[in-house]
């Protein structure tokens, strides 16, 4: 707190007296542009300004109506500031909110405040009037009663102004401005604004403004640029983790399999072994089945002395006929008989008076023997 102005409670926001200001309001302009109303208001005030317009700081509302208000004052009056903090007008928090026709409110503050008349109603005051007395001085009510005669007014006194405070000002982040007043029967009143208006009702130089924006956006694009690079940065150890762990699970997998390969291999051969043994099985039925039919076949005369299995579809038969004839007609048996296939006839041989023979005899057509 000091005599030129105080900072809201909030943060970010200086208010300067309002002792300090020149105020004047300008009715809204049809046909023209808000923009454009707004830079004829302030030409307008400029030059009925008393002194250079380079020494003054000027600032500039207007409301939905196209009502504009500008004020300004010498640059030497006003409270210092930080990059970061707006520099308003003690008054400014109380222009965000409709007043009925002829309204008149005081704002009470410890440097004397302001009165604020609207005339004929609506968001911008037709005038502001700073006072230079403290409300507890000698000098404040014959300040107030001189301000009334001024404007035309008759004063009623003290106790017939409405006297609001300012219970908060702040800006966040965001550079959104947000006010809280205060009435005598307690019913607070708040508003907030955040847009390009925030900015021209700024006191500070025009540059610095510009200044303090243009940096304030490069590093808002540094920090989002940071997050994004911060994000693609965890999202490459995030993939390398997973590619980590891709490469883990590939290697305990090859690793199982090549612990279960010989396993693998020995129930592989198991399996073909049973494959090949019932195979086996299966033409040894077919053989004896068919050893049977041989023994049908056989002519009387013929003795079986022995069989033995070259391969699982052929046996060998040794045995004794009594003469060559028989031995003849068996062979021409076995030819003819389409279960078998005689491989192998060598010339028998004669022992005591008996002839001995050897027979190779394949069972054919296996599958079909099975089926």
Known sequence: MNEKGKKGEGGRVVLAASRHFVFQSFEPVEGILPNEAEEAAVLAFEEELPFPGEQVAIGVYSDVAGRVAVWGCDRSVLPECGGDEFLLPEFFPLLGWSRKNGTIEYLE???????????????????????Q??????????EVESSFEFLGRKFL???????????????DSRDRFVAVVL????????????????????????????????????AERIWVGAR????F????????GLLWGLDYWVDGKESTQRQLAPRVRSVE??????????????????????????NLVRPDGIQFLDVTFDEPDTFRVEGRVTNVRVLNEF???????????????????????????????????QGGAQG
């Open 233 to 240: 940065i965890l999202f490459l150890i995030v993939g390398q």
């Open 157 to 171: 006194g003290i106790d017939s102004l409405t006297k609001v405070s300012i219970q908060k000002v702040s800006a």
């Open 228 to 231: 994004i690079a911060a994000a």
């Open 109 to 131: 503050t410890l440097e004397g405040g302001c009165l604020l008349f609207f005339e004929t109603g609506g968001v911008i005051p037709s005038e502001v009037i700073g006072l």
């Open 331 to 365: 062979v021409e048996r076995l030819k003819s008989d389409e279960r078998f296939s005689l491989t192998d006839a060598p010339p028998p041989r004669t022992r005591d008076g008996r002839v001995e023979f050897e027979l190779s005899v394949r069972v054919p057509n």
């Open 133 to 142: 007395s403290a409300p507890d001085s000698p000098e404040f009510r014959s």
């Open 183 to 218: 009435y005598p029967d307690g019913e607070e009143r708040s508003w907030s604004v955040a847009d390009e208006s925030l900015w021209k009702a700024d006191l500070r130089p025009t540059e610095e403004i510009q200044k303090f924006r243009t940096d304030k956006k490069s």
């Open 269 to 294: 051969e198991r399996a073909d072994l049973a494959a090949r043994l019932n195979d086996l099985g299966e033409s040894r039925v077919s053989v004896f089945e068919r050893l049977g039919d041989l």
